[in-house]
C-alpha cells in the first residue's frame, strides 16, 4: 500500500491550509466566520457517521441541523462572508505569501517626512488618515479619491490635512512610496468601538478587517496616534515606537 503518498497529500493540504490561515483569517473578523464553517463542517461528518453505524433517526436530525445551520451562516454572518471575499480578492496579500523575502530599497526620506508630518499633526490635534498599502485592493476600498501620485513630503501632507482644503475629510493612500490618492472613502467597521473612537477610526479598522493594508490615524479631538493593523488597533505615544512600526510597514 502506498498509504505514505497519502500521508504526503494530506501534510501539504494541511500546510496549504495553515498558511492561508494565517495569511488571511487570523486576527480579523473572517476568524468567527471560519471558526463557524469548522463546527457546521463538524456536525457534517458526525451526521455520516452516525449514518454509518445505523443511528438513522441521530443522523437524520444532525442532517437537518447543519442544513439549517448552513442557510443561517449566510445571514448571520454577512458582514463576515463579505469582509472574506474582499480579502480572497486582494491580489497584493496574495503577492506577498508566495513572494517572502523580496527586498524593497529604502527610502528615509519619505519616512522621515511621514514621521514628521505625523507628530505636527499630533501636537497640532489634525486629523489624519493615511492608508499604507503595498497594492491597492480595489474592492476593499469605497472610493479611491484624487488620484494624486507624488512623491512623499511632510509638506504635502500638512497640507492634504489641512481642516480648509477640500480632500482633509478623506484618507490618503500611500503605494509603492508615493502618495497615491487622497480624499479617499473607506469602508466603516461594523464593530462596536469604544465611544471616544469617530469616524476616522472606524473608517481605519473598517480597512484594516478586510484587507492587508496598515492605516494610521490621528485623533482631531485628542491628538492621539494610533495604527490599525488586521482588524486591531495599537496606541503610539513614543515616537520611536512608531518610526520603528512605519519602517516595517513601508519596506515589508
Known sequence: MMWWIDLIQVLIIASAMWVFYRSFIQNTQSEKLVRG???????????????????NLLATFLHWVALFLSLSL????????????????????????????????????????????????????????????????????????VAIDAKISSELLLTLFFNKTPLHDGA?????????????????????????YGTRHRAALGLSEVSSATVLVVSEESGDISIADKGKFSKYDDVKKLRAKLEKVLYK
Not at 37 to 55: K, Y
Open 74 to 145: 449566510i445571514v448571520v454572518f454577512q458582514p463576515e462572508l463579505r469582509k472574506f471575499v474582499a480579502l480572497m480578492g486582494n491580489v497584493g496579500q496574495w503577492s506577498r505569501v508566495f513572494k517572502r523575502g523580496g527586498i524593497k530599497p529604502k527610502n528615509t526620506d519619505s519616512l522621515d517626512a511621514i514621521v514628521s508630518a505625523v507628530e505636527y499633526m499630533a501636537q497640532k490635534h489634525t486629523g489624519a488618515l493615511i492608508v499604507f498599502s503595498g497594492t491597492l485592493d480595489e474592492g476593499a476600498i469605497e472610493k479611491k479619491g
Open 172 to 196: 490618503v493612500i500611500i503605494q509603492n512610496g508615493r502618495i497615491a490618492y487622497a480624499g479617499a472613502i473607506l469602508p466603516l467597521s461594523q464593530n462596536n468601538l469604544n465611544w471616544k
Open 37 to 55: 464553517l469548522l463546527g457546521l463542517a463538524a456536525l457534517w461528518v458526525l451526521s455520516f457517521v452516525l449514518s454509518w453505524v445505523h443511528l
